[in-house]
């Protein structure tokens, strides 16, 4: 009876690491998608003023005039 006692405590005291570890995985990944999402909007207000644009027809682009 004592193995499956401890057996029994054993295999639950791994389900509770194995919850806290999926917990703090979790709260790292939320962590990560913020900075994530915090760089881009960063980088989409750093975006310059390229100001009147023409189009180029050698190159099939829009260019800035100069």
Known sequence: MTQITTAVIAGAAA???GYRLMQKAQR???TV???AKAAH???RSAQRDLG???WDERAG???PSV
């Open 61 to 63: 682009v829009y260019r």
């Open 15 to 17: 389900l509770l690491l």
């Open 41 to 43: 909007a960063a980088k």
């Open 33 to 35: 998608r913020a900075s």
């Open 28 to 30: 790292q990944a939320e």
């Open 52 to 54: 009147t644009l023409v």
